[in-house]
């Protein structure tokens, strides 16, 4: 029964993980963003860029040997990153036994202006990779204890969660402009070099979950890496899902406190999860637009009795959500949830038209703009 819930609610998840509509009308039209839009911008562009070729099929060492001279073309064509960031370290991706495409893919980039800046971008699911939704996504109804710094006894993660993080602490890029280091040794590195570090952290979807807890590792393990304590971090994670429960979302909070700025689309469904509570208004999100039918119903209600006693809850959980917009008066349930978990934030973010180009799967194929039309723009 437990796996069938969670398999049924992976098919409200694929459909968020799964590509965008254009809107043909609107109900509530898209707002600018925030005064503090241009480091939004940054950071989210990154975020995207992260699932650059995550249809590269071969070994660990050879997707990144691949993926990296792809990387290092993408952030010069970007609008929002050439001539601002180049590669620092990385890619380093990783690849569960028999699985054929890549679940986990991390990369660090330095501002050009400020050697001293860099930035670390975690990617989300890779959508056409199962065991990542079985391993990391799905694995919420069992829960790890947080080993690092002095959290409170109760402090736990999913197991998922605990599993992702552990792949980000001990992946080594093939090549790259620092290869065969983990992430930790190349920080260590970069601190005894330069000094004083400014660490931005960023990702989306699984990648909004897994930002900041590796951004709370990072904080709850300073002497390993940043011994004077000096470095600064920030993280900016989108549309995450829970990582833990509320004693762990208090601590992370007193540890990273309003260095975290978190982004959520008010009508995307993957924030809502795991919390019993938030989880409860998912069915209805949509109406009068669009309704969940009875099926998916039932199964948000089976998700939410898995997850009933573990205690979810949110980081940052009273930040303002961005603007938000029903896409489509015609869209089904599940055209919708897609459409809310990629487009939504990047029109929300104005990651749309000259802003932000296609980002290739294949590190061969320039996809369409997946986003080529935003409520505010279709009036």
């Given at each position: 029964?437990?796996?069938?819930?969670?398999?049924?609610?992976?098919?409200?998840?694929?459909?968020?993980?799964?590509?965008?509509?254009?809107?043909?009308?609107?109900?509530?039209?898209?707002?600018?963003?925030?005064?503090?839009?241009?480091?939004?911008?940054?950071?989210?562009?990154?975020?995207?860029?992260?699932?650059?070729?995550?249809?590269?099929?071969?070994?660990?060492?050879?997707?990144?040997?691949?993926?990296?001279?792809?990387?290092?073309?993408?952030?010069?064509?970007?609008?929002?990153?050439?001539?601002?960031?180049?590669?620092?370290?990385?890619?380093?991706?990783?690849?569960?036994?028999?699985?054929?495409?890549?679940?986990?893919?991390?990369?660090?980039?330095?501002?050009?202006?400020?050697?001293?800046?860099?930035?670390?971008?975690?990617?989300?699911?890779?959508?056409?990779?199962?065991?990542?939704?079985?391993?990391?996504?799905?694995?919420?109804?069992?829960?790890?204890a947080w080993p690092y710094g002095n959290p409170p006894r109760r402090a736990k993660i999913a197991k998922g969660t605990s599993d992702g993080l552990r792949i980000l602490q001990t992946m080594?890029?093939?090549?790259?402009?620092?290869?065969?280091?983990?992430?930790?040794?190349?920080?260590?590195?970069?601190?005894?070099?330069?000094?004083?570090?400014?660490?931005?952290?960023?990702?989306?979807?699984?990648?909004?979950?897994?930002?900041?807890?590796?951004?709370?590792?990072?904080?709850?393990?300073?002497?390993?890496?940043?011994?004077?304590?000096?470095?600064?971090?920030?993280?900016?994670p989108l549309a995450g899902p829970t990582a833990g429960n509320v004693a762990f979302a208090a601590y992370s909070d007193s540890r990273i406190g309003v260095a975290a700025d978190r982004l959520?689309?008010?009508?995307?469904?993957?924030?809502l999860a795991w919390n019993v509570e938030t989880m409860g208004t998912i069915a209805d999100l949509y109406e009068p637009l669009t309704r969940a039918d009875e099926v998916l119903r039932s199964?948000?209600?089976?998700?939410?009795?898995?997850?009933?006693?573990?205690?979810?809850?949110?980081?940052?959980?009273?930040?303002?959500?961005?603007?938000?917009?029903?896409?489509?008066?015609?869209?089904?349930?599940?055209?919708?949830?897609?459409?809310?978990?990629?487009?939504?934030?990047?029109?929300?973010?104005?990651?749309?038209?000259?802003?932000?180009?296609?980002?290739?799967?294949?590190?061969?194929?320039?996809?369409?703009?997946?986003?080529?039309?935003?409520?505010?723009?279709?009036?």
């Amino acid at each position: 029964m437990r796996l069938r819930a969670l398999f049924l609610f992976g098919c409200i998840a694929f459909g968020a993980a799964s590509g965008c509509r254009p809107p043909h009308s609107v109900t509530t039209p898209a707002t600018p963003p925030e005064p503090d839009s241009a480091k939004r911008q940054e950071m989210s562009a990154l975020a995207f860029i992260a699932y650059l070729g995550e249809s590269l099929q071969g070994s660990d060492d050879e997707v990144e040997r691949q993926l990296f001279p792809c990387l290092t073309r993408e952030l010069a064509k970007q609008p929002l990153t050439r001539d601002k960031w180049t590669l620092a370290w990385g890619p380093a991706v990783y690849k569960f036994a028999l699985a054929d495409l890549d679940d986990n893919m991390m990369y660090v980039v330095r501002d050009a202006a400020n050697p001293a800046h860099l930035a670390i971008a975690v990617r989300g699911t890779n959508a056409k990779a199962i065991l990542d939704w079985l391993i990391e996504d799905f694995e919420v109804h069992k829960q790890a204890a947080w080993p690092y710094g002095n959290p409170p006894r109760r402090a736990k993660i999913a197991k998922g969660t605990s599993d992702g993080l552990r792949i980000l602490q001990t992946m080594v890029a093939a090549s790259g402009p620092a290869p065969n280091q983990t992430l930790s040794d190349f920080l260590a590195g970069e601190t005894e070099r330069l000094g004083a570090l400014q660490i931005d952290v960023t990702g989306h979807s699984l990648g909004g979950a897994l930002s900041p807890t590796l951004t709370l590792w990072l904080a709850d393990t300073r002497s390993s890496w940043d011994p004077s304590g000096s470095a600064q971090l920030a993280v900016y994670p989108l549309a995450g899902p829970t990582a833990g429960n509320v004693a762990f979302a208090a601590y992370s909070d007193s540890r990273i406190g309003v260095a975290a700025d978190r982004l959520h689309n008010p009508f995307d469904v993957v924030p809502l999860a795991w919390n019993v509570e938030t989880m409860g208004t998912i069915a209805d999100l949509y109406e009068p637009l669009t309704r969940a039918d009875e099926v998916l119903r039932s199964l948000i209600d089976g998700a939410r009795d898995l997850v009933k006693h573990k205690g979810y809850s949110q980081i940052m959980p009273d930040a303002p959500p961005l603007p938000g917009a029903l896409n489509d008066a015609d869209a089904s349930f599940l055209e919708q949830v897609g459409w809310q978990h990629t487009c939504g934030y990047h029109c929300a973010l104005g990651l749309v038209g000259s802003t932000f180009l296609p980002v290739t799967l294949d590190c061969n194929t320039d996809p369409p703009s997946p986003c080529p039309v935003c409520p505010s723009a279709s009036q």
